[in-house]
């Protein structure tokens, strides 16, 4: 019976592998140390950076949220707790007709709502489903 090294029962003195099975293939020197990341290409320049944020600032300034944010403030419109930037991700925009699609430019379908009242304006709408009997559970 041929052993593995680990957990041979003979003495260090026996061979492996044994010279019946014929020699290794493949890589026997293989190191278990983490490799060196390989970077594709030179780190961008500092300007670069810089433009690709003024970019990516005018394209979220386009958004309906950013839109919302401008024309009503920062501010629930139910609670009327105030935001300010450290906390803003709070803020979402509820559309007053449902239709995520209905964006006009002039902000008539958002309110403003934080997150807490948000979740009970949509709430108040599946409970009202439920106690009608609308949503067929009942």
Known sequence: MVYPPHSCPLTAATAWPPEAEGPITGDVTRS?????????????????LVQQGRDLARARAQTYRERSLAIHGWICAKCAREFEADNLQLLTVHHRDGNHNNNPPDGSNWENLC????????????????????????
Do not use: M, N
Request: with cysteine; net charge positive; hydrophobic share 15%.
């Open 115 to 138: 997150v807490y009242c948000h979740e009970d304006e949509h709430s108040r709408g599946i409970l009202a489903d439920y106690l009608s009997g609308k949503d067929g559970r009942r």
């Open 32 to 48: 278990f140390r983490p490799r060196r990341r390989q970077t594709s290409s030179p780190p961008t320049p500092t300007r670069d």
